[in-house]
């Protein structure tokens, strides 16, 4: 069974700067489309960022520019680099992955699409 695990995350001030990590076993991680998304309580989980097995990559216009997301496919790891952090990105993240991938087709950005979830890390941002 596939299984992801996120790591990093915590407080960090506005302006500041942290990176996320997603383990996977299983497979290995070149076999997937990946995926950050994020969740604040009482609504939904929100896309952040995605990149696909060829390395191509679509970013949430919300942090497009501050957020990187790479990936490690010798290691088994997907990266999220987080730059110029603001209030609102306060949320718990979520690593996902999607085997269902096409060459040709843009990366899915709804959650339901995702068959793996890890099990979410905090990050704070304070004002």
């Known amino acids: 069974q596939v299984q992801l695990v996120e790591s990093g995350g915590g407080l960090v001030q506005a302006g500041g700067s942290t990176r996320l990590s997603c383990a996977i076993s299983g497979r290995t991680v070149s076999a997937y489309n990946m995926a950050w998304f994020r969740q604040t309580p009482g609504k939904e989980r929100e896309f952040v960022v995605g990149i696909k097995r060829s390395g191509i990559t679509t970013y949430s216009n919300s942090v497009k520019g501050r957020f990187t997301i790479s990936r490690d496919n010798a290691k088994n790891l997907v990266y999220l680099e987080m730059n110029t952090l603001k209030p609102e990105d306060t949320a718990v993240y979520y690593c996902?992955?999607?085997?269902?991938?096409?060459?040709?087709?843009?990366?899915?950005?709804?959650?339901?699409?995702?068959?793996?979830w890890g099990q979410g890390t905090q990050v704070t941002v304070s004002s």
């Open positions: 996902a992955a999607d085997p269902r991938t096409s060459a040709f087709l843009p990366i899915r950005q709804d959650e339901n699409e995702y068959d793996y």
